[in-house]
């Protein structure tokens, strides 16, 4: 009889366990990061003169539904998601500032300047070519700036995300950190730690969306995590990262904090970010003041072989030092008084327009990468589109792979709450059968009782 009462009580404490388990996936079905739990139960047995008797059933355990080596994959696909989720963002940005539809772009801005010497080549004593020479110079002028000035705003914003990413990512790994030691105690004391395992697994999922790392995890619950065999986080702590700029201002570094080694970042929101400012847009400036100095020395030796219509002194037509796409600028001379500008060649004995129309023939030179000056604007006003299309189609995969990942891990971790009601359904069956089985003792005893009396 005490076997058949310790039966029922155990069965009713299983289901009341499985009650409390399903309704806790089924409450927690919309929470990020949440991993379903199942109980695992064992038959419970004492062993007796007669061999090995039931005393029903108990709780083992329970299961973490969560694959780990998915989880593993999920976390790098993320971090080359995060990759190009940056750089498309940044060379989208570039690409309305460097392409327009009101036709001022580089590429017209330069064929306009060049056909107006060949303009003025026509007419080289003519005041409102000149003028339009000036006006068309000063308008290209203006587009390289606004170009400079684009690329140098993409700089600064990116130098300061930087700089916010690597803050986060030490923060990150400190709450991860912060994490080991409950999960640690609670696994010494045999006690599920899974609700703070989630809440560890969402920070080294945001981490990954900043920068690879090996995550290790070790049978005692605690993480430790590595990258490039540089132990990042562990039992000793949080080895902090710090940016550094390089002293000529070439570009960003990111080292450890503690020893003040390099480290190297080719992935993630701070791989792009690293990237972006040392590289991508680094290049973008350098090319632009190269085209720049290329055709201010062109034109330059151009315009000093020649006379203006108004004197014999050689000149320059942009200011001489004016070798960068900051600090290109028309010789003040000439936007004081156009008529200075040369147009004919003094070894003619009269006048002519052969200095104007050397210059116009420069749209015919091959100045950068052996294009001319018209098909390098093209080229590199189109640059930063053609980069958003490529990172763009690379993204696309990235995203249908990560989707693929995740729905197979949904189907390991994620609630299906039609599932955990026909669990609940079966664990309301079975309390209900345990308490009619203690019931059914319970009459069974009493009946002994009133049979003894």
């Known amino acids: 009889m005490n076997n058949l009462v310790e039966i029922s009580k155990s069965g009713i404490k299983l289901a009341q366990k499985g009650l409390s388990t399903t309704a806790q996936n089924i409450t927690n079905a919309q929470s990020a990061g949440y991993t379903r739990k199942r109980l695992v139960s064992v038959p419970e047995q004492f062993s007796?003169?007669?061999?090995?008797?039931?005393?029903?059933?108990?709780?083992a355990d329970f299961d973490y539904l969560?694959?780990?080596?998915?989880?593993?994959?999920i976390q790098s696909k993320h971090h080359q998601k995060s990759y190009l989720e940056q750089k498309s963002l940044v060379f989208s940005r570039?690409?309305?500032s460097f392409v327009s539809d009101t036709g001022g772009d580089l590429d017209a801005r330069m064929q306009n300047f060049l056909q107006s010497f060949a303009s003025l080549a026509g007419s080289p004593s003519s005041q409102t070519k000149k003028a339009e020479v000036v006006r068309e110079a000063q308008q290209l002028i203006g587009s390289i700036q606004q170009l400079d000035g684009a690329i140098s705003q993409q700089k600064e914003m990116v130098q300061e995300q930087a700089l916010e990413a690597v803050g986060q990512v030490n923060r990150l790994m400190h709450d991860i950190h912060s994490l080991n030691e409950p999960?640690?105690?609670?696994?010494q004391r045999n006690q599920t730690a899974f609700d703070l395992m989630d809440q560890q697994l969402?920070?080294?999922?945001?981490?990954?969306?900043?920068?690879?790392?090996?995550?290790?995890?070790?049978?005692?619950?605690?993480?430790?995590?590595h990258m490039g065999g540089i132990e990042l986080m562990g039992e000793f702590g949080v080895n902090a990262l710090r940016t550094h700029s390089n002293p000529d201002g070439s570009g960003l570094e990111l080292r450890f904090q503690r020893s003040g080694q390099l480290l190297s970042v080719q992935q993630g929101k701070l791989g792009a970010l690293l990237e972006l400012n040392n590289e991508d847009l680094f290049e973008l400036q350098e090319d632009l003041d190269a085209f720049v100095s290329n055709i201010v020395a062109r034109v330059n030796h151009e315009h000093e072989q020649g006379i203006s219509t108004s004197d014999t002194q050689s000149r320059s037509f942009f200011a001489v030092d004016g070798l960068s796409a900051k600090s290109i600028a028309l010789n003040?001379?000439?936007?004081?008084?156009?008529?200075?500008?040369?147009?004919?060649?003094?070894?003619?004995?009269?006048?002519?327009?052969?200095?104007?129309?050397?210059?116009?023939?420069?749209?015919?030179?091959k100045l950068m990468d052996g294009k001319g000056p018209i098909e390098f604007s093209i080229d590199f006003i189109s640059r930063p589109g053609s980069e958003v299309a490529r990172v763009n189609d690379e993204l696309a995969l990235r995203t249908t792979e990560?989707?693929?990942?995740?729905?197979?891990?949904?189907?390991?971790?994620?609630?299906?709450?039609?599932?955990?009601?026909?669990?609940?359904i079966q664990y309301q069956q079975a309390y209900q059968g345990?308490?009619?089985?203690?019931?059914?003792?319970?009459?069974?005893?009493?009946t002994l009782l009133s049979i003894m009396q």
Do not use: C
């Open 332 to 365: 003040s001379e000439l936007v004081a008084n156009p008529e200075l500008i040369a147009v004919t060649d003094p070894l003619v004995n009269s006048l002519n327009g052969a200095i104007a129309q050397n210059i116009a023939n420069i749209t015919e030179a």
């Open 434 to 446: 345990a308490a009619k089985v203690l019931e059914s003792a319970q009459i069974m005893y009493q």
């Open 48 to 59: 007796s003169g007669s061999g090995f008797s039931g005393l029903g059933v108990k709780a």
């Open 94 to 96: 570039l690409e309305t």
């Open 183 to 187: 999960i640690k105690q609670a696994m």
């Open 202 to 225: 969402l920070k080294i999922k945001e981490l990954s969306s900043y920068l690879e790392v090996d995550v290790t995890r070790q049978e005692n619950g605690q993480v430790s995590m």
């Open 402 to 424: 990560l989707e693929l990942l995740d729905a197979q891990q949904q189907q390991i971790s994620g609630v299906n709450i039609d599932e955990e009601l026909s669990n609940m």
């Open 66 to 73: 969560r694959d780990m080596r998915t989880e593993s994959m």
